[in-house]
Every structure is written in structure tokens, then in C-alpha cells.
């Protein structure tokens, strides 16, 4: 199981927003959805107040190259 945060919506706020504010960038809001069944259903603007499970962002190492070895 992953480590996660929980936050609250504020007034007004979507997933990808929320995303932006937590992450930095809208890359995880699959992730996010996967992690709250139902939230979809909840329209476009989450409703004041819903907890949102925010998983740990897992980042994956880029495999380098060497030019000279």
C-alpha cells in the first residue's frame, strides 16, 4: 500500500487544480481518481469540504546514457 495525504477541497476546486496545488503538475490525476472511487461522479467542480486521497508520487528514475564509459 502507498503512503497518501488526504486534503479537503476549497471552494471551487477541480482534480487536476488540486493536483497542480499538491504535485506541481496535472500528470497524476488518474492516479488520484484511482485512488478515490466515486470522486468522478461528483461532477467537475468537487463540492466544499471532500476529502481527496492524494497517493505519493512515485517517481521512476530515467535510465541515463553514458557517452564515454
Known sequence: MM???TLY???G???DLVCLRHYG???LV???FDANPGLAALGHRLPLGTPVTLPERVV???P???LWE
Open 3 to 5: 503512503p497518501s495525504t
Open 9 to 11: 477541497a476549497q471552494q
Open 13 to 15: 476546486d477541480t482534480v
Open 25 to 27: 503538475d496535472t500528470r
Open 30 to 32: 488518474e492516479a488520484v
Open 60 to 62: 521512476t528514475p530515467t
Open 64 to 66: 541515463g546514457y553514458r
